[in-house]
Structures are given as C-alpha cells and as structure tokens.
C-alpha cells in the first residue's frame, strides 16, 4: 500500500516512516497501486517484505491513534485451516501497538458452567469499548467448523448457530461496532509441510494438538463445514474476506494492508516533543550495590 496522504497531514510535511525505507523500493510500491488498487500484483522477496511490513506497521500505529482518538469499536476476526499463519499476521500486527487499546483473544475450550450458557455470552465479554480494536484469534465460528467435525456440538446447536450468527453480527454493527471477518486459506500441501516443520521445531511443537492431527484426517468434512458457514454467514454488512496463505509473507502484507484500506483513518501522530533535562542530583545518595540483589550477568557485549 502506498504511503497516504491523510486528511490530517500538512502538505509538504516530512513523513518519518518513509524515511527508513529505500525510495526505489517504495516507488514500486507506488507504481502499481492506484487509490489502494493493485494494479498488478508486486514481486516480493525478503529484503521487499521487511521494509514493506515497517511501512505497514507505521500505518497501524496511525490507526490505533485513530481509532482511540475518534473512539471506534473494532473487531477483527481470524479464522482458517491450522497452521494456515493467522497467529504470524496477528502478532505482526499488535507488534508495535498499544495492548491497552489493541488486545488479542485466544479462548480456550468452554468450561463446564460456559458450556450451559448463552452460546455467544463468553464472546460478548471480550467486544471493545469506545477506543479500543479486538483481535479473535478463532471465535463464535469454532461451532461451524471444529465443533461441527468433531462432534461437540449436536446438530440442533450447530443450525440454531447458522441461524443466530447472521443476525448476532448485524445487532453487533448497528450497536457501532465496526467487524472485519478474514480467512485464511492454505493448501493440503503447505499444511502438510508446516506441521512437518512444528514436529521438527521444539518452540513450535507447543503448536501442535491431538485435534490438529485429526483434522489433517478430516480435511475434507473440514472443507465441506467451511462452505457450508459461508453460504450462512457471508453477509453484505459482514462479508468474509480470503486470505491466500500459501506464503506466509505474502499473507501477512496483503491483511494489513487490506485491513488499512477497511477503515478509513488520518494520521494523528503527535508532534516531536524535546526531552526535558534531568533533575540534578542534589544531595542524592545512591545505596551501595551490595545492598541490592542483581541479576547474574550470564551474557556481557563484546567489547
């Protein structure tokens, strides 16, 4: 996405997230984009990928203040196979953001006493207040699709819930909330090949569950529960939007950016402010090291 002229700039005004970038770099960018169209789709390698998503993350930072500035309520869901690279693009985008103002939701599964209440009530405890975006890593629609499959839910549940959502989801728009619905979607072969990788890497093999494994034998009852919440829920005032998730840099530049172009914003970006000196010292003693617990210096840098 090619650097904004928001409403909120001043003609001429140095913009200090393009200075870190490489001009031919965003040049291309801006070359083949016309008012956030793409009109054909640019060449990514690693070095591209890094300097785009600063970029990008500039510009999230733009809509946070945005956002807590003009009081917006934001929910931002993300749903897909496993291993499809929804966890990547969120912590890319909360990287360099507020927690207090953005927060990710990652629920577990429902206790007893949840299981006995309104399906939607312990999702609702977790919607934004004015000034605040929500991220659901996975959501309400875990009844459309896992609880589907595996059989956790029975089957009047699962059509009360394609029944419900729609108008659950409109009630949420008309109450202010602004709701964005992604999905990403990967291929049985990258799947295959990414759990091959959380096998093999023990900080990732946390990843991987006894109810991932069984979906890579359920692929196709997957697939077909996918359509199926589609038909349901693919609303005008809540669409789904795809993800191609094939190549995880990919997919993450093209959610944000599309995320970006989703919500109007200006850029509110405070202006430069002077550190203010220090206060002296005067008469200020300093309690001896000893007195103090530290932290062993394990690691020192090389000088």
């Known amino acids: 996405m090619s650097k904004k002229k928001h409403k909120g700039e001043k003609k001429g005004s140095n913009n200090s997230d393009n200075e870190t970038l490489e001009p031919s770099l965003l040049k291309d960018t801006e070359k083949k984009e016309i008012k956030g169209n793409l009109v054909e789709p640019i060449t990514v390698d690693k070095k591209f990928y890094s300097l785009e998503l600063q970029r990008l993350q500039v510009e999230l930072v733009k809509l946070q203040e945005w956002i807590r500035e003009k009081k917006l309520k934001v929910v931002v869901i993300f749903e897909g196979r496993d291993a499809a690279g929804k966890g990547g693009v969120i912590k890319r985008i909360t990287e360099g953001l507020n927690p207090r103002i953005c927060r990710v939701v990652a629920l577990p599964a429902p206790t007893e006493r949840e299981k006995t209440q309104w399906y939607f009530q312990r999702y609702v405890a977790h919607l934004p207040a004015a000034g605040e975006m929500v991220l659901f890593d996975r959501s309400w629609y875990n009844r459309a699709g896992v609880e589907r499959v595996m059989g956790f839910c029975t089957d009047d549940e699962y059509n009360e819930f394609l029944r419900s959502v729609p108008e659950f989801e409109r009630m949420l728009i008309r109450s202010g909330i602004i709701l964005i619905k992604y999905w990403f979607s990967v291929s049985d072969k990258e799947q295959e090949q990414r759990f091959k990788d959380r096998m093999r890497d023990p900080t990732k093999r946390w990843k991987l569950s006894p109810m991932d494994l069984q979906s890579r034998a359920k692929w196709v009852e997957y697939s077909k529960a996918k359509d ?22 990919c997919a993450r530049l093209n959610c944000i ?4 172009s989703i919500i109007p914003y200006e850029d509110l970006t405070p202006e430069a402010i002077e550190l203010p000196p220090r206060q002296a010292d005067e008469k200020y003693i300093r309690p001896p ?4 617990t530290f932290v062993p210096d394990v690691y020192v840098m090389k000088k």
């Open 228 to 249: 199926v919440m589609f038909a349901y829920t693919d609303i005008k005032q809540a669409p789904w939007h795809v993800v191609n998730a094939d190549c995880k840099m």
């Open 257 to 260: 950016h599309h995320l970006l």
């Open 289 to 292: 090291k000893s007195d103090q």
